[in-house]
């Protein structure tokens, strides 16, 4: 800034001086003792007169500009007043913003000769209250030489990286970080910027790794405490990917499947089974070396595992009992399939051949219909077995047959094309048999 008036003695003091010294004095000194006329007397005290008036005037017009950026915003007496202001000012801001920082703009105070102008020290603070605005020395966050985003201080680069690699590290009981690497190079490099634009390296890792930070990163504005969230400037960023591979060793306690082993017996049906010892779970501790990339796991490698409790293996036993005989005595042939409409299979044999009970059970209907002709359902527990298109029913309701027993003989009676038997299982749903489409029908030939 330009220089301001010397502080020193006063103004009189400063005029007594130079008068004292002057010509002026000098000629007086010599004229005392000598008689003048009075009108010569009275016009060199008022040409003295003048003269100190006109030197108080001229010093006084004499007013120090103040220019922004080369445009003047006032004018003021007081040069100390405005830079005490600019330092106040940049001491708060610099406080506010937790960082060194000076003005953007170039600020000049020249003392300059303005007759008839007065000082105004208020608008000229307001002017700069209104216009400044401050600049920072930052250091820029690059990846392989991408610039990122500054930060305040060059160990602010090293905190960036630091936070990159922990972002993706696992934590909890039983991890043990082995290493961890980061592919890209972080470096920094020194830049002039202003405050708005410098970021925490907390800030700069969940930007780099697309990750949300735990909570609003604030910075100060002038002399209001504003949020950055408000820039949305994670949504359409596209900066610079990084990627951090890690190593861990993780201990874990889990359990241990219980394996399952099979018996068989003719006791039971084909299909039915029974858990004859339950299976338990058991327990170990495991060690596994995981490696990660940005956190998402890539390989698991066993290192070693303890038994703290063996598993109990599971047995079970199977059927092989057949659940149903084949109900026509000599086999004989499938004329046709369970499918759509057709509920059961039909099974073309000579007629009068012996048509045999599936499986034991007692006899709920034996009789006539006009599709059936004559046919019979026997229920065995949770299943009807019901023989259609009979020549002859040999059995009565509420009679006990026995599996392979010759229940009636095979014909071609109501709706039929030739001699055979149509066939079909239902499960049983009820307590009595009203009428088969109560009772789902099931295909014949999985039992076979």
């Given amino acids: 800034m330009p220089d301001s008036p010397l502080p020193g003695k006063s103004l009189v003091a400063r005029l007594e001086q130079r008068y004292h010294h002057s010509e002026l004095a000098r000629l007086i000194r010599w004229m005392k003792g000598k008689l003048l006329p009075w009108p010569l007397y009275l016009f060199l005290c008022g040409l003295v007169l003048g003269g100190l008036l006109y030197l108080h005037d001229y010093r006084y017009s004499h007013l120090y500009a103040v220019r922004f950026d080369g445009t003047e915003v006032g004018v003021v007496r007081n040069v100390e007043k405005v830079e005490q202001y600019l330092a106040d000012l940049t001491a708060r801001c610099s406080s506010l913003y937790r960082m060194e920082l000076y003005p953007e703009q170039e600020i000049t105070l020249i003392r300059e000769y303005r007759p008839g102008e007065s000082d105004d020290v208020e608008a000229v603070k307001d002017a700069l209250k209104q216009r400044l605005s401050f600049l920072t020395d930052a250091v820029m966050v690059t990846v392989d030489g991408v610039p990122v985003a500054p930060v305040s201080t060059a160990e602010g680069v090293k905190q960036v990286e630091e936070a990159i690699c922990l972002s993706f590290v696992s934590s909890g009981e039983g991890v043990e970080l082995l290493e961890v690497d980061l592919s890209e190079k972080i470096s920094g490099?020194?830049?002039?910027?202003?405050?708005?634009?410098?970021?925490?390296?907390?800030?700069?890792?969940?930007?780099?790794?697309?990750?949300?930070?735990?909570?609003?990163?604030?910075?100060?504005?002038?002399?209001?405490?504003?949020?950055?969230?408000?820039?949305?400037?994670e949504a359409d960023w596209n900066g610079p990917e990084v990627h951090v591979r890690s190593v861990e060793q993780v201990t874990v306690e889990e359990q241990v499947s219980f394996s399952t082993s099979y018996t068989y017996s003719s006791?039971?049906?084909?299909?039915?089974?029974?858990?004859?010892?339950?299976?338990?779970?058991g327990l170990q501790v495991a060690t596994y070396r995981v490696i990660r990339e940005n956190g998402v796991e890539r390989s698991k490698e066993t290192v070693s595992n303890r038994?703290?409790?063996?598993?109990?293996?599971?047995?079970?036993?199977?059927?092989?009992?057949?659940?149903f005989g084949w109900p026509v005595s000599g086999g004989g042939r499938i004329s046709q399939r369970f499918h759509g409409s057709h509920r059961g299979i039909d099974i073309a044999a000579p007629l009068n051949t012996?048509?045999?009970?599936?499986?034991s059970g007692t006899v709920v209907y034996s009789g006539w219909g006009d599709s059936q002709g004559n046919y019979i359902v026997i229920r065995h527990d949770a299943y009807y077995t019901v023989y259609l298109h009979n020549c002859k029913n040999l059995v009565s309701v509420g009679q006990?047959?026995?599996?392979?027993?010759?229940i009636a003989r095979l014909g071609s009676t109501g709706k039929s094309t030739g001699p055979h038997l149509h066939f079909e299982i239902r499960r049983r749903i009820?307590?009595?048999?009203?009428?088969?489409?109560?009772?789902?029908?099931?295909n014949p030939l999985q039992f076979f």
């Fill in 400 to 406: 006990s047959v026995s599996r392979g027993q010759t």
């Fill in 354 to 359: 012996a048509v045999l009970a599936a499986e």
């Fill in 267 to 281: 006791q039971l049906y084909l299909g039915e089974s029974r858990v004859l010892t339950p299976g338990k779970n």
């Fill in 189 to 233: 490099l020194g830049c002039t910027v202003s405050p708005d634009l410098v970021r925490s390296p907390e800030e700069i890792a969940c930007l780099l790794t697309r990750q949300q930070p735990e909570q609003e990163l604030l910075v100060a504005s002038r002399e209001t405490i504003i949020s950055r969230d408000g820039r949305n400037r």
């Fill in 307 to 323: 038994v703290l409790v063996e598993p109990v293996t599971r047995v079970v036993e199977k059927g092989t009992k057949k659940r």
């Fill in 430 to 442: 009820g307590p009595s048999w009203g009428y088969w489409n109560t009772h789902p029908a099931i």
